[in-house]
T-cell receptor
């Protein structure tokens, strides 16, 4: 079936540095999402993105977070600067405009040290 | 706010036995949410198992079934006879009945099927 690819699968970063998580969504999808899952906790919605704009974001989407998808390339989540509490697995997802089915990537495990 | 509750964090069941994973939801801001079961098999990404968008309807896939019970606000997942390959983490989720909206997940239930 359709695949969402996330690169890299694991990243370790020093606290205070910038990190960019990359996502290659399903090719004809129009909605893009990021979710965050801290170890042992539930997966939580961060943000969704459509037509070049953030549509909605949760309170977990701090000011240090930003998303973009320049010219149909990767959909990225940037964290600048990173904090220890940003350590988590980040899942990218995408969907068509009209269908409720969302396709997820395998996640990027971010470790902030 | 809206939420999804899965009471069992871990379930162990023998092959060929039946399985029920409980899911209840609270949708105070969403009148008629879409309901989903997602599954993550070992080493794989999260994938949709089944979805139901109409109250009273049943969804089914790969031998699993779940019925959207609006009165009980439940969406329990059942399978009559499990196999080892059903070992995975199962997540119940809901969203607004509109494309592109956020999914609200439960905490997940890890199912281990023993031979």
């Amino acid at each position: 079936g359709p695949k969402v690819l996330q690169i890299p699968s694991h990243q370790i970063i020093d606290m205070g540095q910038m990190v960019t998580l990359n996502c290659d969504p399903v090719s004809n999808h129009l909605y893009f999402y990021w979710y965050k899952q801290i170890l042992g906790q539930q997966m939580e919605f961060l943000v969704n993105f459509y037509n070049g704009k953030v549509m909605e974001k949760s309170k977990l989407f701090k000011d240090q977070f930003s998303v973009e998808r320049p010219d149909g390339s990767y959909f990225t989540l940037k964290i600048q600067p990173t904090a220890l509490e940003d350590s988590a697995v980040y899942f990218c997802a995408s969907s068509l405009a009209e269908g409720p089915e969302v396709f997820f990537g395998k996640g990027t495990r971010l470790t902030v040290v | 706010g809206d939420s999804v509750t899965q009471t069992e964090g871990q379930v162990t069941v023998s092959e060929s036995k039946s399985l029920i994973i409980n899911c209840t939801y609270s949708a105070t801001s969403i009148g008629y949410p879409n309901l989903f079961w997602y599954v993550r098999y070992p080493g794989e990404g999260l994938q949709l198992l089944l979805k139901v968008i109409t109250a009273g309807q049943k969804g089914s896939s790969r031998g699993f079934e779940a019925t959207y019970n609006k009165e009980a606000t439940s969406f329990h997942l059942q399978k009559a006879s499990v196999q080892e390959s059903d070992s995975a983490v199962y997540y119940c989720a809901l969203s607004e009945n509109q494309g592109g909206r956020a999914l609200i997940f439960g905490t997940g239930t890890t199912v281990s099927v023993s031979p």
